[in-house]
């Protein structure tokens, strides 16, 4: 008993047991520290919809998406979701785990995956988006493409594609040096961004290569207009 409270106590997990009536029978330090909740809340043995509860008046859930509140709404313990994703107020990712225990009860895990996320995010960014501007990559702008003109196609709608490339570049690489040319390339991506609008698709395709997804227009005289103020 006493190796399974250390092993318990200095797990990098938060623990809580809920009994086969949702009250709270064992709880570790860290779900203190994960959730921001005091100690003699579940000391005092609550329902789990009292700390819900209590957690909800704090605005611990305003804004999270349905999937991320699902094991907030199940009716009973063992029906509630094995794992849920959900972001706290503070920006911290949790990654919580529910798992039904013999003879009824709950057994509930809460994982701290904020750099986890974090991480797949950027490696996700990476994949996409080109590493000097920061504009969508030629792969990204083709699948943003193909899913825009579906689109269109269901919708009878209209999109424009403008393309263009950098006339006198490689003259600037020759004379001042490719990081002079890497100071323009990130300055047209920026010049683009500004003046396309948000919901348009700025990629970088390569070299000094740019296209622009004009998106939802209305007439194709939209696409010149934006031609000129590029």
Same mark, same amino acid.
């Given at each position: ?14 623990? @809580? ?18 959730? !921001?909740?005091p100690r003699e809340l579940l000391e ?15 605005? !611990? ?6 999937? @991320?509140?699902?094991?907030? @709404? ?20 949790? !990654? ?63 999109? @424009? ?15 001042h040096g490719h990081a002079a040319g ?49």
């Open positions: 008993s006493a190796l399974l409270q250390a092993t318990l106590q200095n797990m990098e997990q938060g623990v @809580a047991m809920f009994n086969a009536q949702g009250r709270v029978e064992y709880f570790n330090l860290r779900i203190l520290e994960l959730l !921001e909740l005092s043995r609550p329902l789990l919809d009292d700390v819900i509860r209590y957690q909800r008046e704090r605005g !611990e859930f305003e804004g999270q998406p349905p999937q @991320a509140l699902a094991h907030l @709404a199940a009716p009973s313990l063992p029906a509630m979701p094995p794992l849920v994703v959900r972001q706290r107020p503070n920006g911290r990712i949790l !990654e919580i785990r529910s798992i039904p225990v013999a003879g009824g009860g709950l057994l509930r895990t809460y994982t701290d995956v904020t750099e986890r996320h974090q991480h797949q995010q950027y490696i996700e960014h990476l994949a996409s988006h080109d590493a000097l501007t920061g504009l969508y990559n030629r792969a990204k702008f083709m699948e943003c493409l193909v899913a825009e003109v579906a689109l269109v196609r269901r919708q009878q709608g209209r999109l @424009a594609v403008l393309y263009l490339d950098l006339d006198g570049f490689k003259p600037i690489n020759d004379t890497d100071q323009v390339l990130v300055w047209v991506g920026q010049t683009l961004r500004r003046v396309a609008r948000e919901s348009d698709f700025v990629a970088r395709l390569g070299g000094d290569e740019f296209a622009v997804l004009q998106r939802g227009i209305d007439h194709f005289d939209q696409a010149v207009v934006l031609a000129q103020r590029l």
